[in-house]
């Protein structure tokens, strides 16, 4: 069974800082993929960025970036030069690779963006 | 817009009801998932689809049935409705070729109430 843990339920930044939001995880497959979700007040969901776990690199989007740290079970989200349109709710979510695709979210971050 | 539609966008009903809620995924998706968003429980994966067939289960009562047809689009069944069904009802789709290395995208979401 996989759990995914965000600890912070709500985040706020100044418009065009930078804000870090936090995931950790556990799994005991080796091999599984990461992502972050964006829902914003529209409820749509909305890919971020995704991570597969055999890769060291750090996946990069635009000014969206992620702190993989595979070994401790961690998978940070970076917003650079946050804009008003990044308010959302943001979720972190995990699946196993290879035939179970099923995503387990963690409860979510909201993030207030300060104008 | 992730191209996977869902129908109805809100539908209010009585306790003891029936609803069936559509999902289309995307062109040549084979996939389909179906997640349930409640403020209690968070985001649950209930069931998967893939070309047809039931390929993975979750945290889907038994009053709860699914089914995905020919064209692929699939339906979700909810029946003798309590007001904790209330919730946001997701379908997510993707290629499904059970590679890990897919992304799913989400519907617009059906809202039910259940009052």
């Known amino acids: 069974a996989q759990t995914v843990t965000q600890s912070q339920p709500e985040m706020s930044v100044q418009e065009a800082e930078t804000v870090t939001l936090s995931c950790t995880y556990d799994t005991s497959e080796s091999d599984y993929y990461l992502f972050w979700y964006k829902q914003p007040p529209s409820r749509q969901m909305i890919l971020v960025i995704r991570?597969?776990?055999?890769?060291?690199q750090n996946a990069t989007e635009n000014r969206f970036s992620v702190n993989f740290q595979k070994a401790a079970k961690s998978f940070s989200l970076k917003i650079s030069d946050s804009q008003l349109g990044d308010a959302a709710m943001y979720f972190c979510?995990?699946?196993?690779?290879?035939?179970?695709?099923?995503?387990?979210f963690g409860t979510g971050t909201r993030l207030t963006i300060i104008p | 817009d992730s191209g996977v539609t869902q129908t109805p966008k809100h539908l209010i009903t009585a306790t003891g009801q029936r609803v069936t809620l559509r999902c289309s995924p995307r062109s040549g998706d084979l996939s389909v998932y179906w997640y349930q968003q409640s403020l209690d429980q968070g985001l649950q994966f209930l069931i998967q689809?893939?070309?047809?067939?039931?390929?993975a289960k979750g945290n889907i009562l038994e009053r709860f049935s699914a089914q995905q047809f020919p064209d692929l689009h699939s339906e979700l069944n909810l029946s003798s409705l309590e007001l904790g069904d209330s919730a946001l009802y997701f379908c997510?789709?993707?290629?499904?070729?059970?590679?890990?290395?897919?992304?799913?995208?989400f519907g617009p979401g059906t809202r039910l109430l259940v009052l």
């Open positions: 997510a789709s993707s290629v499904g070729l059970g590679t890990g290395a897919e992304t799913q995208y």
């Open positions: 991570q597969e776990a055999y890769k060291q």
């Open positions: 979510a995990l699946h196993p690779n290879f035939g179970n695709e099923k995503l387990t």
């Open positions: 689809y893939y070309n047809g067939e039931e390929r």
